[in-house]
């Protein structure tokens, strides 16, 4: 079959699964040739190998499973970065990339910062890539997105700056170190509406999902251990919920943090609460 071909079958097996049938069909048969997609197009003509024809089926059907296309291809961008992702972490959300905005807002050189739940590091590399005169600390409970982390890190050749700890929120952190920011994207989904979230969101990592009953366990745990590990008026900066800003606004009041700002994202929605904390 020659590339045209394989592509317009592709195509035709990905309606309804996604949103840009020949798109991701020409992305997944690029990624099988090793090539990008312009050069795909200009060689539309030439005859597409047994075995990568072999490759692309098998991972067309995996994508018609509803398996993420980032896993697939074993990349996704963000802030303008190619990360590394694989089934151990969750993919980066455009949502997030406000949050590490407004935190390179308001970084001040030398600050240091700790990313809660760093996943595929997407937050941590971005921030000490984009503000290098910072340091930062990478936290997460599992020691496969660890590896991930610490890959883009390289990747981006941030690794110096970055430190990495395997930890239960602050369960494993130094207790004589502390930060002017407290970042996290915690897990915010009620563990009830687990079931309902899209079939491709679900092939992702359940720990990097589930916020507890009420979606906030990861909220409390943070707000709990924060001022032990904060500089005097340090902030916390956490990315929430469509429909979480009061009961997090509401954790935080209670727990003594002043100065609550709230932005929205680019659909109006409240999406990144930051609030500091006064001794």
Do not use: W
């Amino acid at each position: 079959m020659k590339v045209y071909e394989v592509i317009n079958l592709g195509a035709k097996e990905l309606q309804g699964i996604c949103e840009n049938p020949k798109l991701e069909a020409e992305l997944l048969l690029a990624y099988c040739l090793g090539m990008d997609r312009i050069k795909l197009i200009i060689k539309r003509e030439d005859e597409v190998g047994e075995e990568d024809l072999a490759r692309f089926l098998e991972l067309l059907n995996m994508r018609k499973s509803h398996f993420p296309y980032q896993y697939l291809v074993k990349k996704h961008y963000f802030m303008g970065l190619e990360f590394f992702v694989d089934e151990n972490v969750l993919i980066p959300r455009p949502e997030t990339e406000i949050l590490v905005e407004e935190v390179l807002k308001r970084l001040k050189k030398g600050n240091t910062l700790i990313d809660i739940g760093t996943g595929s590091g997407a937050i941590a590399v971005s921030v000490v890539k984009y503000f290098p005169d910072c340091f930062v600390y990478a936290v997460d409970i599992s020691r496969k997105a660890l590896e991930v982390a610490k890959y883009n890190a390289k990747k981006h050749n941030v690794l110096d700056k970055i430190v990495f700890i395997e930890s239960d929120v602050f369960s494993q952190v130094p207790k004589n170190i502390k930060f002017d920011f407290i970042v996290s994207n915690p897990p915010y989904i009620k563990r009830g509406e687990l079931e309902t979230l899209q079939e491709e969101v679900k092939k992702e990592p359940i720990i990097a999902l589930d916020g507890g009953e009420d979606g906030l366990f990861f909220y409390k745990k943070i707000i709990e251990g924060a001022p032990f590990y904060l500089n005097p008026e340090g902030a916390i900066c956490f990315e929430m919920g469509y429909d979480q800003k009061e009961e997090v606004t509401d954790l935080l009041t209670k727990s003594g943090f002043k100065n609550i700002e709230v932005i929205k994202d680019l659909s109006g929605i409240d999406r990144v609460v930051i609030a500091r904390y006064k001794l």
